[in-house]
Every structure is written in C-alpha cells, then in structure tokens.
C-alpha cells in the first residue's frame, strides 16, 4: 500500500513538473509573439499615417480642408468605435471560456488531491 501511495505522488509530482514546464514554454512564446506584434503595430501605424497624409493631399485637391478634416474624422470615429465594440465582446468572450478553464482545472486538482488522500 505505502508503494502505491508513493508512486502516485511520483507519478503527480511528474505531472506537475510537465505542467510547470509547459506553462513556461508557453509563456515564452507569448512574449515573443507580444514583441512581435508590437513591432508589427508600430510598422501599421506607419503605414497607416503614409496612407493618411496620401489621402488628405488628394482630398484637399477637391475639397475644403475643413471639410476634408471633418469626414476623415468621422471615418476614423466610426472604425474606432466599432473595433472598441468588437473587441470588448472577445474580450469578454476569453474572460468567460479562461474563467472555465480555471474552474475546470480546480475541479481536477480537488479530485486528485481527493483520490491522494483516500487513497
């Protein structure tokens, strides 16, 4: 029976350290991909200021400069504000599938350290 016991906290502990080990890789890869798409946003930003000044030149060859100013404003509201909406619900979509997981993960741990303990 003590040989039993011993190995399944051999055999969680291992599980643990694989978790452990995974979770660190995972963060790894995240902060790369976070570097990556910072880099990749600030070469958007660019392009979209290049693309804009393009644009108000052209606009301005047509129309008031106020009014130029004006529409490019309200385009640039709109898509703000309808990217806001759009990423406020994923947002709150990953809150409650992470919130899930959480409680899914706990429910196992209880159970194992349950089984561990009756065991």
Excluded at 11 to 16: D, G, K, S
Excluded at 99 to 110: I, P, Q, Y
């Amino acid at each position: 029976m003590q040989s039993s016991a011993q190995d399944d906290h051999i055999e969680v502990r291992e599980e643990l350290d694989h978790a452990r080990e995974a979770a660190a890789h995972g963060f790894s890869e995240a902060g790369q991909g976070v570097a990556a798409l910072a880099a990749g946003g600030a070469c958007g930003l660019l392009a979209l200021w290049s693309a804009h000044t393009t644009l108000l030149r052209v606009l301005e060859r047509v129309w008031e400069p106020r009014k130029v100013t004006g529409a490019l404003t309200l385009a640039y509201a709109s898509g703000a504000c309808a990217l806001l909406h759009h990423g406020s619900k994923r947002l709150r979509a990953a809150r409650t599938e992470s919130r899930d997981a959480l409680r899914a993960s706990v429910e196992v741990v209880r159970y194992v350290a349950d089984e561990l303990k009756d065991g």
